[in-house]
């Protein structure tokens, strides 16, 4: 009877231990299932035709409860010109999550590109498009709906014109067709303006110098208003290595294309200039005498919207006889690159120089070339062209009581 007993008793014992040991077990799952998870975005399985477009989405994870999305490696990759079945993995430590995509046999929708042979042509010149025509799945002829993207045209190289076309259901169809582009600088273009700004005042507290700085100031809320109107016209803003391969003959730019540059780094670009910028999210450079706290500035003004660039170390003072007199056309080849070399590497960057008094001679030209420069600007007055020298790029002086009216036609493309 006693043995009984004591059997008993085990028993619920051990049925308490079991339900205490199993009632977590929920609560845990979802712990895990909410804090240690990752899963693809969107469909796991995807359908598209030949040469259909597969857009990925990507996936989400999380790993402690912490978002871990931008650690996920994502491997695989779909070939929409091949019929089959691909895997895309998404891996986050041990965790793996993974998106099937097949791709069919025939288009949906159908887009035919007529082959007319191999296409190469110059930088500049007209490209003779291949015919084209498009049907949805029903038949309907939907070729009106066919986007072709010229991008390829536009740079030298060998690259791909790009037929799409997308159906009502959302279905898309892309075709390429090979394109080699030759380097060209004889093609009719408007010119690439370059703006040499140098100070920058607030109307509101104008500076005691205002008129004796040879009319090289400009007031902030001039500047945003020149600036708003480049927007308002859609202007793009090319970096330093689009305006050398543009000279290079090596790249179309709209022709609504403009570079903004002050020279000096001085205190009030830095303070009144660079906030124009970022509030008109703007980019311009900064050309910066780096002999006057140089490093100081390029650390403490950082800016997205500011590019720091040699105005030399300590060659913009008199002392040559060329020009207006600037020490540069005087000194030796070595000591000059020596100065450059300096320049750049206080400012972080050799993609462009600014003549100090935009005086030089070929030994400078040489030397600007020998510290690495990509790109140099001086004072003449002009757009800069293709063709042209790019270690001798012209520029477009703005000065103290310009109109806007007056800015437009100094820049708008002619």
């Known amino acids: 009877m006693a043995r009984k007993r004591k059997s008993k008793t085990l028993l619920i014992v051990t049925i308490?231990?079991?339900?205490?040991?199993i009632a977590p077990m929920p609560f845990i799952v979802h712990y895990y299932l909410e804090n240690f998870k990752i899963e693809v975005n969107g469909d796991e399985h995807v359908n598209i035709g030949l040469h259909g477009v597969y857009e990925e989405q990507g996936a989400t994870a999380a790993l402690k409860g912490i978002d871990v999305t931008e650690m996920i490696e994502v491997e695989g990759e779909v070939d929409a010109d091949t019929p089959g079945d691909y895997e895309i993995k998404y891996s986050v430590g041990p965790m793996e999550a993974v998106r099937t995509v097949t791709v069919g046999s025939q288009m949906n929708p159908e887009l035919t590109v007529e082959d007319n042979g191999p296409a190469s042509i110059k930088l500049g010149e007209a490209y003779e498009e291949a015919k084209y025509s498009a049907h949805d799945e029903n038949g309907k002829d939907i070729t009106s709906k066919v986007k072709v993207d010229m991008g390829a045209a536009n740079k030298a190289g060998t690259g791909t014109i790009v037929y799409t076309v997308t159906d009502d259901n959302g279905n898309a169809t892309r075709i390429t067709k090979e394109?080699?582009?030759?380097?060209?600088?004889?093609y009719d273009n408007p010119g690439l303006p370059i703006c040499m700004y140098h100070y920058v005042y607030d109307e509101n507290d104008p500076p005691e110098d205002l008129h004796k700085r040879y009319g090289n100031y400009i007031s902030a809320q001039a500047l945003e208003e020149e600036i708003n109107?480049?927007?308002?016209?859609?202007?793009?803003f090319p970096n330093w290595d689009e305006v050398e391969a543009y000279?290079?003959?090596?790249?179309?730019?709209?022709?609504?294309?403009?570079?903004?540059?002050f020279d000096d780094g001085s205190k009030s670009f830095l303070e009144c200039g660079i906030p124009v910028l970022e509030k008109c999210q703007v980019p311009a450079t900064s050309f910066v005498i780096t002999k006057n706290n140089?490093?100081?500035?390029?650390?403490e003004y950082q800016s997205e919207y500011v590019s720091f660039q040699s105005h030399s170390d300590s060659m913009h003072q008199p002392g040559g006889n060329?020009?207006?007199?600037?020490?540069?056309?005087a000194l030796s080849r070595e000591d000059a690159v020596a100065d450059l070399k300096k320049s750049i590497e206080i400012v972080g960057n050799g993609d462009a120089f600014a003549y100090p008094y935009g005086d030089y001679t070929d030994e400078c030209v040489e030397a600007v070339r020998e510290a690495g420069f990509k790109c140099a600007v001086t004072t003449q007055a002009g757009k800069a062209h293709p063709g042209d020298n790019p270690l001798l790029l012209s520029r477009q002086r703005m000065s103290l009581g310009q109109s806007l009216e007056q800015f437009k036609a100094m820049v708008a493309p002619r």
């Open 179 to 186: 394109i080699t582009v030759e380097p060209n600088t004889n």
């Open 247 to 261: 000279i290079k003959g090596e790249l179309l730019l709209p022709d609504k294309s403009i570079v903004l540059t």
């Open 322 to 329: 060329v020009g207006h007199g600037g020490i540069f056309t």
């Open 229 to 236: 109107w480049l927007k308002s016209e859609d202007y793009y």
């Open 294 to 299: 140089g490093a100081k500035k390029v650390k």
């Open 16 to 21: 308490i231990v079991a339900v205490l040991a």
